[in-house]
């Protein structure tokens, strides 16, 4: 991707993939008329890959800075989201995970510098 | 698919759009801070609206943007952004009974518009497939006017947060908020103690291995989070599908 916002066509063509992607999922098991099925480990790897898949992108974003482990504590994310993930187990739902976490990261991120 | 006036005719349209608008207000808020993260992560606005209208996924859009902006290979976003979705692989076995006496285009359009909310909503309001022409129709209606809603809350405020963003400087740091939707997502998968596990794993995984090239950390985590949950599986005799039901 270029960075400052610019436009460029391989990440267009990465987007057009990515809602091929999207299609091929939601409609992976009716797209052909004959009915089949998954192999017995792909069935046991749909318990972990989605979690694990996510996992692996979000952990790296919240504790690294630059391709380093972060050294320190005074890092804003790591309070936003632990506040996040308390919120969600009290509460639930996607929005009051963000408001809370971001109500915790904001102030000690703009008003803290961290 | 919303289009169709023979759809919307139907009585079910209605009730699909009442019963999804209470949700509304989450998937809209949801989808104002995803083009708000796209934007504040160093999208331009042109791959932003293209990647809102085109791929329609909350989650795999947030996914795809840390790895877009690393400059990976295409295949680790793509394989990512599979991975990401599996969820929906296993929902369309569910649908395909409720689909398959449609024509291919049909049934296509209404399993790409279909997310977890429809979904969920759906198959709760008719746990059996349509037997007759007319619960045909009617469930077809009553999905239709689900997505309906769902699709108008997300574009409309996708867009609307593509917009704010450009207000907004680059310094606050609103982009977390995408990384703070997926905080919520990898949490409500955790359901397991084996997920909890493979999520753990696998970000373990990811950060250590982050000098990998071509984003291949993720890859990695993924896999080893995998193997090493299908190995405590066997050494301890654990039953995927019973953990599913505690």
């Known amino acids: ?114 | 698919m919303f289009l169709s006036s023979s759809i919307r005719r139907q009585p079910e349209f209605g009730q699909g759009v009442r019963e999804m608008s209470s949700a509304a207000m989450g998937i809209g808020a949801w989808g104002l801070m995803t083009g708000v993260a796209m934007l504040k992560s160093g999208m331009s606005v042109f791959e932003a609206v293209a990647m809102t209208l085109l791929v329609y996924a909350g989650s795999s859009q947030l996914a795809a943007i840390p790895l877009l902006i690393a400059g990976a290979p295409a295949w680790v976003v793509l394989a990512t952004g599979f991975c990401v979705n599996l969820r929906f692989v296993v929902f369309s076995l569910h649908l395909r009974p409720y689909l398959m006496h449609m024509p291919r285009w049909r049934r296509m359009m209404h399993g790409y518009l279909t997310a977890d909310m429809s979904y969920a909503l759906f198959t709760r309001r008719y746990p059996q497939p349509p037997t007759t022409e007319a619960e045909k129709r009617s469930q077809e209606a009553y999905l239709t006017g689900n997505y309906c809603v769902t699709w108008c809350a997300w574009m409309g405020m996708s867009l609307i947060g593509i917009v704010l963003a450009n207000m907004i400087p680059q310094n606050w740091g609103l982009g977390f908020a995408g990384v703070l939707s997926l905080v919520a997502i990898v949490c409500s998968m955790a359901t397991t103690r084996l997920r909890v596990l493979a999520a753990l794993i696998a970000g373990v995984t990811a950060v250590a291995a982050y000098a990998l090239p071509l984003k291949l950390n993720i890859v990695a985590g993924i896999g080893v989070a995998v193997l090493l949950c299908f190995w405590l599986e066997k050494q301890f005799g654990l039953d995927p599908d019973a953990e599913d039901d505690q």
């Open chain 1, 1 to 114: 991707m270029s960075h400052g916002g610019e436009t460029d066509l391989w990440t267009l063509a990465v987007i057009v993939g990515l809602a091929g992607v999207t299609v091929l999922t939601r409609c992976f098991f009716f797209i052909l008329d004959r009915p089949w099925g998954l192999p017995e480990w792909a069935h046991r790897a749909l318990h972990y890959a989605p979690v694990a898949a996510l996992a692996a992108v979000i952990i790296p974003e919240i504790v690294m800075t630059q391709g380093h482990l972060i050294a320190t504590f005074r890092d804003a994310r790591l309070y936003g989201a632990a506040a996040g993930a308390a919120y969600f187990f009290w509460r639930r739902g996607v929005l009051g995970t963000m408001l809370a976490g971001m109500a915790v990261y904001l102030p000690l991120h703009l008003g803290l510098g961290w």
